[in-house]
Structures are given as structure tokens and as C-alpha cells.
């Protein structure tokens, strides 16, 4: 796999994956961005989003928000191998800004880092 690409077995695709994630995940929290993670038995991390559009109404604000998870989680994902990860976005998600968004994912990214240092 190509460091750096966003390939589609680093997709969470059907609802048995989101399903295993949402059964018993690890969650870290943000007023407007939630992460819920847990382990899999793959050798590289998976991604999903959930950016529900009764939070977040415009569908460019839901696509940029979308974009900016998936291009953090780009740089992140060698330090993230082993994780299916899920991102919720939550009510006035849309109200932060670029810079405020990465901010938010680089913490959430960080802490799931040390989390798996430490396992």
C-alpha cells in the first residue's frame, strides 16, 4: 500500500464494518467532532465517516469537513495501524474553520497515537 493514498480497503464500506466499530468502541471527544475507534486485525488503519446532514445542512460544509478528515487522516495513518476509526460530526462542525478543524483532528489523532504506543 502507498503511504500517503487513501485506498479503498482503508474505507470502512458496509454497515457490519460500522457495526463492529459502534459495538464497543473507544471514544475520544470534541464538542462538535466525536472519534470512536477500535482494534482490527488488519496490518493498516481503516477509515468511516458520519457527517449526518440534519447537523450539518450544507452539503459543501458536510464535503469540506469530509475532506479535511480524510487528508489529516492521510498524513496520520502509519502512526494508526491496526484501528478502524469512526468520525462523527456533530452540530457546529460547520461553524469551525479550516485551521480549527485540522486542530481538532491533529488532538484526536494524537491521542489514539499515544493509545496505540501504549498497546
Same mark, same amino acid.
Given at each position: 500500500?502507498? @503511504?500517503?493514498? +487513501?485506498?479503498?480497503?482503508?474505507?470502512?464500506?458496509? /454497515?457490519?464494518? +460500522?457495526?463492529?466499530?459502534?459495538?464497543? @468502541? #473507544? #471514544? +475520544? &471527544?470534541? *464538542? =462538535?467532532?466525536?472519534?470512536?475507534?477500535? /482494534? &482490527? !486485525? =488488519?496490518?493498516?488503519?481503516?477509515?468511516?465517516?458520519?457527517? *449526518?446532514?440534519? =447537523? $450539518?445542512?450544507?452539503?459543501? %460544509?458536510? &464535503?469540506?469537513?469530509?475532506?479535511? $478528515?480524510?487528508? /489529516?487522516?492521510?498524513?496520520? !495513518?502509519?502512526?494508526?495501524?491496526?484501528?478502524? $476509526?469512526?468520525?462523527?460530526?456533530?452540530?457546529?462542525? %460547520?461553524?469551525? /474553520?479550516?485551521?480549527?478543524?485540522? %486542530?481538532?483532528?491533529?488532538?484526536?489523532? !494524537?491521542?489514539?497515537?499515544?493509545?496505540?504506543? %501504549?498497546?
Amino acid at each position: 500500500m502507498t @503511504p500517503g493514498r +487513501f485506498a479503498r480497503q482503508q474505507r470502512l464500506l458496509t /454497515s457490519s464494518d +460500522f457495526r463492529h466499530v459502534f459495538a464497543h @468502541p #473507544r #471514544r +475520544f &471527544n470534541h *464538542p =462538535h467532532l466525536t472519534m470512536l475507534v477500535r /482494534s &482490527n !486485525q =488488519h496490518a493498516y488503519a481503516r477509515l468511516g465517516l458520519a457527517i *449526518p446532514k440534519r =447537523h $450539518i445542512r450544507r452539503a459543501v %460544509d458536510r &464535503n469540506r469537513i469530509k475532506r479535511q $478528515i480524510r487528508e /489529516s487522516f492521510r498524513a496520520w !495513518q502509519t502512526k494508526l495501524v491496526g484501528w478502524d $476509526i469512526v468520525m462523527l460530526a456533530r452540530g457546529g462542525a %460547520d461553524r469551525l /474553520s479550516n485551521r480549527e478543524l485540522r %486542530d481538532v483532528l491533529e488532538s484526536h489523532w !494524537q491521542k489514539l497515537a499515544t493509545v496505540c504506543a %501504549d498497546s
